[in-house]
């Protein structure tokens, strides 16, 4: 594990606090973009388990297309890259940072900038989608909590709007 | 704004989750040198443009990331269906 | 007195005064006055100027079709709105309102001239006049058009609101919150349905609000409908857009009726998807079409009722009422019974309804049938009317202070025709009704034609016993289009509705044709003599009412307009000088200015620390994507011009992608990290394209390859180091990697650690110099940064910018695509046959390079420039000549892609696209510019070290 003290983060560290809803910057995490035709072979080669329906999650594990998974875990952690099998392992850790938000009024927050009907994405799902411009991956991990994985350099500017739309909260 | 149904993900999504991305069912010859100038000419640049039904390609890029097939009525804008890649023209 | 407050009734709270001013004129009104009902109480009826001839002009209506009284509101600083209907601006304390369209004043205004030049401005006037020659138009015509017609002023200052915006879903979404509308949400909110009521008022109950009867129903109901959680009211919210699968565009007033607006949002942008749409909007009075139907005092019947029963205003002391329609004889009664005085009731009719009769009887109300009103006197304010029967016999002038009219009722079918739904034509209701729905929506109420207004009328104009040729009888308010402007576009061929509206600019302006399109059809539909039906209808668009730029753009302002995407290095470069530029929607560095130096010397210094010592250069917007699987390098191999397969791993190649048409796409160099892995570098403008390019072909065309992509970005920093002291500067921080030249070539490609942190590690070089790109992952990105920096302190380290790469590249004549290419440059063209394979059978574009168009001559090819004087620095863009001499227009051979000056070389270099370029080298061409012809040589693009000697420091 790298000293915490030589990483930046593109957004500042502390949460911006609204009426029912925080954004929060989240923890460094280790993230795998892993592609297979076979998620049996995949699951296997990795050691997850690897869920099957797009949208669907499993532990660190979420399912972004019919050949396409996110892994998330703790940072430091390692898995196989699978050399050499009909399969592709991307550490992709650094490529994006999360934003947590948390709240009954999270979900008006994300709202206010993705045009997919919230109220419709289940706890536990994860997907990737969009905010006005930017490109996210969402994870609904609770009812009131939601994950957003945003590519480092758009993430001022989703933070930005996100806060922007919290301050307009009514 | 439209609504797109994604054959891959199950799903009918705003339409600013997906890319337009041409005319459908235009393979790539497999032997691009054995074609005459005129027969590669068509490949690369004839199109049916037709007024009513198309059969077009979009990309949920910012979703599942999948090509997929389409009949759309060029003249209303209205999705016939939606279909995977590789699935015979509908 | 005319128009006044009467003593009692309305429902402002008469209570609670509010201080406002017009034209600088202080006034009083009450909370819950519109600024229009509040100037009518203060007896002002003169609010606006029209467009075209300045007539005077007053409220016409009492809602959102008012085409009249536009005015602009000052709220200080950047906030000034102009053409806001006065019927819309709701009073506050402290509203500061002016008058438009006008000068001096008012009262007197010069442009009122136009008036009596009607005859010079007739339909068509502006087709016919301002057509030629060119030059007046750009220097007479259109300064002296905007000067005397146009609007209100735009605002200049900086809007210093904020807007909100939101997605929002619902199951059923209402339009309009009158009776028919609030029924709907009673009905809908019984289910567990997400059901949204929007009404563009203040006050939600539409017509009810103005019928005081059904005051305690709608009281009851909106209580009703607040305490259900799964109902949502939206006040102050107008649905301007209708648009594919039931996504309706809605903006909601938050802050524009407040003293105060604070720190709030003033609008919000509300983007519904809705399940049901339900439109209950209501309808709207016709105008009657006569000589004087636009003097101050004419104005809608059902204005006038409005106006008594919501505002507790009477809008004269005396009026008259001018019907074809039963509609008006009950808003007439409604005045009569508030004590209003009423000096005649005529109708166009020989006969109307019994009951009507009966009851104008009752209340001693004067009737003449069979008549029309032929002529108004008063100029800023009504005074009387001329009246006469059908056919001219016995006229008479009748005194009174305000002229109302009922024409009949039209449907608002705005947002069902954005909806694309189908119109029928209703012969009972002159007008137009949703027939064909087009998404799942219904309307309701008077919108859908099911409201009981009684019966009337359908006319075009009223008769005259003058001669229709002499009169202005307005059918447009806001344009000033009158019935002869329509009979005349007739008269000059017009035969179809969509030419009428274009050539009189009916139902142009900013009400959108609301008071004037039926009219105008009638009209047309007489002069053509042909069935409204055949003539068509013009077509509703967004808005259904003006909105302003700031609500349509949300949060999309300032900060948050569009990203700015800024790599892990960005806060160094801003810590130390850097001047930025955007690249694509990336922030980068141009140049690191010391103290007193301009963007020459900078980068000048720069290019020199980098080829005597070494650079530091941020390239972490290069894209870069991971490509991995067993098909790896038969994927590159089919997708770039050379040969990949055998590549080894460690090594490194230049890639060169085309389009299938043959033309440069994108290029870059990448490294075979193992048998299966590659990771390739793009431009950074190009990396979603070229991912998205790399995606199709490998989802659609070769589905079979096991082979997979991932945009690795924003994954790694990258550092470039490049000089021939690069390598000293990082060797002490390298771990695990021998950087010697014998076991790290040229074109290599290591995995270890730097400052302990893991790195790819290339030795590339787009300089020419001995150079290595240090990937690391991007939190650590500015960290490494740093060391390397501290590290290479002692060997002179020069952090240089975009501008200086620039500049160290086009000396080797390394291309940039996009810049030395333009989407029309081969290989070929480009001089960069060396990296097409000869021998691969096939690739993304190697047909096309065997094109006709492609293999012909005369193709522009890249060469090199040196100007005569080596001073001068050419304009990029700049065409070239063979022959300066020759006369304009010249033949142009080319033009300039890239131009600099190189301090390395003491000299001016450029690139250029020439045709023939190729067979021109030594050459002499001209560059002709303004004030003078420079001459230049062609040469080879490659300026410096031609031998490559530098690569290895």
């Given amino acids: ?170 | 704004m439209i609504l797109i149904h994604c054959p891959y993900c199950e799903q009918t999504l705003p339409e600013l989750e997906f890319a337009y991305a041409g005319e459908a069912h235009i393979a790539r010859p497999a032997d691009p040198s054995a074609l005459s100038d005129e027969e590669w000419e068509k490949y690369l640049f004839i199109r049916a443009n037709p007024r009513g039904r198309h059969n077009e390609r979009w990309r949920h890029v910012h979703g599942c990331g999948r090509f997929f097939n389409a009949v759309r009525d060029t003249a209303t804008d209205n999705f016939e269906l939606t279909y995977k890649a590789g699935e015979p023209r509908k | 007195m005319s128009a006044h407050r009467i003593a009692n009734g309305g429902r402002v709270d008469r209570a609670a005064t509010v201080n406002f001013t017009f034209d600088g004129k202080a006034y009083r009104g009450h909370v819950g006055d519109s600024l229009a009902s509040a100037l009518l109480a203060n007896g002002v009826v003169l609010m606006g100027r029209s467009f075209k001839y300045h007539r005077p002009r007053g409220l016409l209506g009492a809602g959102a079709e008012e085409p009249n009284a536009l005015v602009s509101v000052d709220r200080g600083a950047g906030r000034f709105t102009p053409n806001l209907r006065a019927t819309a601006v709701e009073l506050y304390e402290g509203l500061n309102a002016r008058s438009q369209n006008r000068w001096p004043s008012l009262q007197t205004d010069f442009g009122a001239i136009n008036d009596r030049l009607g005859m010079f401005f007739p339909a068509g006037f502006y087709n016919k006049t301002f057509m030629w020659p060119r030059s007046f138009w750009e220097k007479l015509y259109e300064p002296a058009i905007r000067g005397m017609a146009g609007l209100g002023d735009a605002p200049a200052d900086a809007d210093p609101d904020v807007y909100d915006a939101t997605y929002a879903h619902c199951d059923v979404l209402i339009v309009g919150a009158g009776p028919a509308g609030i029924d709907a949400a009673l009905a809908a909110s019984a289910s567990k349905k997400k059901v949204f009521l929007l009404d563009e008022q203040d006050e939600l109950g539409g017509g009810a609000l103005a019928d005081p009867l059904l005051w305690p129903w709608l009281a009851e109901s909106l209580k009703d409908l607040a305490k259900l959680p799964n109902v949502t009211l939206l006040p102050r919210t107008t649905a301007f857009g209708y648009y594919h699968d039931n996504f309706i565009g809605a903006v909601e007033r938050l802050t524009e009726h407040l003293p105060d607006p604070g720190h709030s949002a003033r609008e919000k942008l509300w983007r519904i998807r809705a399940g049901e749409v339900v439109l209950a909007q209501g309808a709207i009075e016709r105008p009657l079409v006569f000589e004087g139907n636009d003097v101050p005092g004419v104005m809608l019947a059902s204005a006038a009722r409005t106006y008594l029963h919501r505002f507790g205003v009477a809008v004269g002391s005396n009026v008259a009422l001018m019907a074809v329609h039963d509609s008006g004889w009950r808003d007439v009664f409604a005045l009569a019974r508030a004590g209003v005085g009423v000096a005649a009731i005529i109708d166009l009719r020989e006969t109307v309804d019994r009951a009507l009769m009966d009851e104008a009887r009752e209340l001693g109300l004067r009737v003449i049938l069979g008549s029309a009103v032929f002529g108004v006197s008063g100029r800023h304010a009504v005074k009387g009317i001329a009246v006469a029967r059908a056919d001219g016999a016995l006229q008479q002038k009748i005194a009174c202070d305000a002229l109302l009219m009922a024409g009949g009722w039209t449907p608002s079918v705005h947002l069902w025709s954005h909806s694309l739904g189908k119109l029928d034509w209703s012969e009972e209701w002159g007008a137009y009704l949703p027939g064909t729905p087009n998404e799942n929506v219904r309307c309701v109420g008077a919108c859908g034609g099911k409201w009981g207004f009684g019966k009337g009328l359908n006319i075009g104009a009223l008769p005259t016993p003058r001669d229709p040729a002499k009169i202005k009888a307005f059918v447009d308010f806001q344009n000033d289009v009158t019935a002869k402007d329509i009979a005349l576009a007739v008269r000059e061929g017009m035969k179809s509705v969509e030419h009428i509206k274009r050539y009189t600019t009916n139902g142009m302006a900013t009400d959108q044709g609301k008071t004037s399109n039926l009219n105008a059809l009638q009209l047309a539909s007489s002069a053509l003599d042909r069935p409204v039906q055949a003539i068509g209808l013009t077509t509703f668009r967004p808005p259904y009412t003006p909105q302003t730029f700031g609500a349509l753009a949300g949060h999309a302002k300032d900060a948050l307009f569009q990203p700015t995407r800024k790599s892990p290095i960005d806060p160094w470069a801003d810590a130390h000088g850097a001047v930025f530029e955007l690249v694509a929607q990336w922030r980068r560095a141009r140049y690191f200015p010391k103290t007193g130096e301009d963007m020459h010397a900078a980068v000048a210094r720069e290019c020199l620390a980098v080829r005597e010592n070494v650079g530091i250069f941020d390239a972490s917007t290069l894209g870069k994507i991971e490509v991995v699987g067993p098909d790896a390098a038969e994927f590159l191999n089919r997708m770039y011009t050379n040969p990949w397969k055998q590549l080894e791993p460690g090594r490194c190649r230049y890639g060169l992608l085309l389009r299938e048409d043959g033309f440069i796409t994108d290029d870059g160099v990448s490294a075979r990290m193992a048998p299966d892995r590659f990771h390739l570098t793009t431009t950074t403008g190009g990396a979603a394209r070229v991912l998205n390019m790399m995606e199709d072909y490998l989802q659609t065309e070769w589905p079979d390859l096991n082979v997979w992509l991932t945009s690795t970005t924003e994954q790694w920093a990258v550092i470039a180091l490049q000089g021939p002291k690069a390598r000293d500067v990082i060797a002490p921080l390298v771990e695990g990697i021998d950087l010697s030249s014998e076991a790290f070539p040229h074109m290599a490609v290591r995995e270890g650690s730097i400052c302990g942190m893991p790195t790819r590690l290339f030795r590339v070089s787009f300089t020419g110099e001995l150079g290595f790109e240090i990937n690391v992952p991007a939190a650590y990105g500015k960290h490494v940064w740093e060391q390397v920096w501290a590290a290479g302190q002692a060997h002179g380290i020069t952090p240089y910018g975009t501008e200086a790469m620039h500049v160290l590249r086009a000396e080797k004549g390394f291309i940039i695509v996009g810049q030395d290419t333009d989407g029309t440059v081969t290989p070929y063209d480009a001089g960069l046959d060396w990296a097409v394979g000869k021998k691969k059978p096939d690739f993304v574009g190697k047909r096309s390079l065997a094109r006709p168009d492609i293999v012909a001559s005369g193709r522009k090819q890249l060469v090199g420039l040196f100007t005569d004087d080596l001073g001068e620095v050419l304009v990029e863009g700049a065409q070239i000549v063979a022959d300066p001499n020759q006369p304009v227009p010249m033949t142009m051979i080319g033009h300039v892609t890239s131009s600099y000056w190189s301090a390395t070389l003491g000299r001016s270099i450029a690139m250029a696209l020439v045709q023939g370029g190729f067979d021109l080298l030594g050459q002499k061409l001209y560059v002709p510019m303004a004030g003078a012809t420079i001459g230049v040589t062609v040469v080879r693009p490659m300026f410096y070290d031609p031998e490559g000697s530098r690569l290895n420091g």
């Fill in chain 1, 1 to 170: 594990m790298v000293d915490l003290a030589t990483r930046t983060a593109p957004v500042p560290a502390e949460p911006a606090e609204f009426p029912g809803v925080s954004i929060a910057l989240g923890v460094p995490l280790a993230r795998w973009s892993l592609r297979a035709r076979d998620a049996k072979a995949l699951a296997k080669a990795v050691g997850h388990k690897v869920p099957t329906k797009i949208g669907g999650t499993e532990g660190g594990m979420a399912c972004l297309g019919p050949d396409e998974w996110l892994l998330r875990l703790p940072e430091g952690a390692t898995i196989s890259m699978g050399e050499g099998l009909p399969l592709s392992v991307v550490d992709i850790s650094e490529r994006a940072i999360t934003l947590v938000l948390e709240g009954p009024r999270a979900i008006d927050v994300l709202q206010s900038g993705a045009p997919r009907d919230l109220s419709k994405f289940a706890v536990g799902e994860a997907r990737r989608t969009i905010y006005e411009t930017v490109e996210m991956v969402l994870i609904r991990e609770g009812e009131e909590r939601w994950a957003v994985d945003v590519w480092r350099s758009f993430a001022p500017y989703l933070r930005e709007a996100l806060v922007t739309a919290a301050s307009h909260l009514r």
